[in-house]
C-alpha cells in the first residue's frame, strides 16, 4: 500500500519528467539522471518518493535496477479522478 500520496509526489517537476521518461521504457537510474540537470542521488530520491507512491515499481536486473510505471498505481488515480466526471 502506498505511503505517500501520489498527488504529492506528482507535484515535483523532476518526477513528472521521471514518470514520463518511464513511460516511454523501463530504465535505470543512471539512465534517467542523464536527462534531468540534477545529481543520481537526486534522481534516486525522487524515484523512492514515486515508489512510496506506488507510481512506479523497481526490479533487480543482475546488479542493476530497473525502474518502471506501475499502472495499478495509476488506475487507482484515475478511479479517484473518475468520480469528478460522472
Known amino acids: 500500500m502506498p505511503t505517500l500520496d501520489p498527488f504529492a509526489a506528482i507535484a515535483d517537476p523532476n518526477r513528472r519528467?521521471?514518470?514520463e521518461e518511464l513511460r516511454r521504457a523501463p530504465q535505470t537510474v543512471n539512465e534517467l539522471a542523464?536527462?534531468?540537470?540534477?545529481s543520481r542521488p537526486a534522481v534516486?530520491?525522487?524515484l523512492?518518493?514515486?515508489l512510496d507512491s506506488g507510481l512506479v515499481v523497481?526490479?533487480?536486473q543482475g546488479t542493476r535496477r530497473i525502474y518502471?510505471?506501475?499502472?495499478s498505481g495509476f488506475m487507482r488515480l484515475n478511479i479517484w479522478l473518475d468520480q469528478f466526471w460522472a
Not at 542523464?34 to 540534477?38: R, T, V
Open 68 to 71: 518502471a510505471i506501475d499502472t
Open 48 to 50: 523512492k518518493a514515486l
Open 44 to 46: 534516486s530520491q525522487h
Open 58 to 60: 523497481v526490479k533487480p
Open 34 to 38: 542523464k536527462g534531468l540537470p540534477i
Open 17 to 19: 519528467h521521471l514518470l
